[in-house]
Structure formats: C-alpha cells, structure tokens
C-alpha cells in the first residue's frame, strides 16, 4: 500500500464548476500538506501549504485537512480552462529529513 | 525574482553513461532537492543538501550522487545509467529546513537513455 493515494483521473469538468481533489494518507505522522499543480512539460507549482488540520483559502482555492480521517481536499471554485493541469498533493513529517511524499497526481481538464 | 533554474532541459544518453545535472536555487533559499519522476511511478524523493551537506537520501542506489556548492546551486550525478533511469529530474529549494518551509520547484531536465 502506499502512503499517500490520488486517483489519478483523467476528471472533466465543464468551465464554472467546482472541482474536488482529494488525497488519502496511512502516516500518521504528516504534520505538513501541500497541494502543487503541474502543467505538461513544466514542474510543480505549488498552490497550497498548510499545517495540521483546518482549512486554508486563496483565491478560488480552499485546502481543507482532516488528520482524524487521514484525508486532505483540494477545491477549486469556478474552475477555468487554465486551470486544466495534473495536480499533485505531497505531505512531510516534522524532523523527516524534508522529504515530500506525493500522491501520483489527478489529472484535471476543465472544458468550455 | 527569479525561480529554480535547471540545465539541461532535456539530456539522451545510453546504458552505462554517466551524466550531471545542475540547478541553481532562487536567491536566498539555502537548501536544494532532487526528486526523480518517472513514468506510472510519481515524485520520489532523491538528496537534500542545506549549506554543502548532504542532509538526508532518499532509497536510490549510490550511483545517484551529488553535491551543494558554496553558492548553494548543486549538481546531481548519475553514474552507470540504466534503462530506468528515463525520467524528469526535478531541483526544488527552501529556506532552512528548521522553519519547515515549502518547496519549490524547476522546470526539470528530461533524461532519455536509449
């Protein structure tokens, strides 16, 4: 089993939707969540960066943490067209070495 | 300000090879990552170096190696290359790792091996 699961898509959504992405984990000791988005040919962006459980909102993005479930939500409001990209969750445990664990990534497409 | 910059972008070489990466951080950010990513098998995390050292390893074989400059840019080296090492080869930097700051990322160099 690996330690953190994304499903991979491909997901479509037509342009204004609201776009769920999701990540399960098995380590309880992820302190640190990130959400990257990556475009075809380029390297990761990184989008959203939170600590321990809640939520955390930028722009259309709300990152949203659940460590009792072991299960972290990315959603994007009134999805765009450039929107449309792999994104990517990775986690980190506190004195881990800074080593990110990633999800395999969903892959997004957002239509007109 | 400028982000992680690579080179080269793309790189083919053959079986049993040798070849160096390098990657220069954005300025101010001490610590560089190297994550291979490979095809089906996502991000794996390869070196941290912070201030020259090598600071942790991810579970690839030696021939994978490196080093952090004094200007704090770095180089990944791959010796003995096999077939499998095909893959995007990406640099990431943040500042000291004790206030656990994010990562970010370049745009990867593209290994072929033929």
């Known amino acids: 089993q690996k330690e953190v699961e994304q499903d991979p898509g491909p997901l479509s959504v037509p342009e204004g939707a609201i776009v769920s992405l999701n990540c399960t984990y098995s380590n309880s000791a992820f302190q640190y969540f990130m959400w990257y988005r990556q475009y075809s040919r380029k390297g990761p962006e990184l989008l959203m960066y939170t600590y321990s459980s809640g939520n955390k909102e930028d722009g259309r993005f709300t990152a949203q943490v659940d460590k009792s479930s072991k299960y972290i939500s990315l959603f994007i409001r009134d999805s765009q067209p450039s929107d449309s990209a792999t994104y990517l969750c990775?986690?980190?445990?506190?004195?881990?070495?800074?080593?990110?664990?990633f999800g395999t990534g969903t892959q997004l497409k957002v239509e007109l | 300000e400028a982000g992680v910059t690579q080179s080269p972008t793309h790189l083919i070489k053959t079986r049993g090879q040798q070849v160096t990466l390098r990657c220069s951080p954005i300025?101010?950010?001490?610590?560089v990552y190297w994550y291979q990513q490979a095809l089906g098998l996502g991000l794996q995390f390869l070196l941290w170096y912070d201030e020259g050292e090598e600071r942790n390893r991810g579970n690839f074989p030696p021939r994978f190696s490196g080093r952090q400059f004094p200007n704090y840019s770095s180089e990944l080296n791959v010796n003995a290359l096999e077939l499998e090492d095909s893959a995007l080869y990406l640099c990431?930097?943040?500042?000291?790792?004790?206030?656990?700051?994010?990562?970010?990322f370049g745009d990867g160099t593209r290994l072929s091996i033929l």
């Open positions: 300025s101010g950010h001490t610590s």
């Open positions: 990775a986690m980190m445990v506190t004195g881990g070495g800074n080593k990110l664990t």
């Open positions: 990431a930097s943040s500042h000291k790792q004790v206030l656990n700051q994010p990562q970010h």
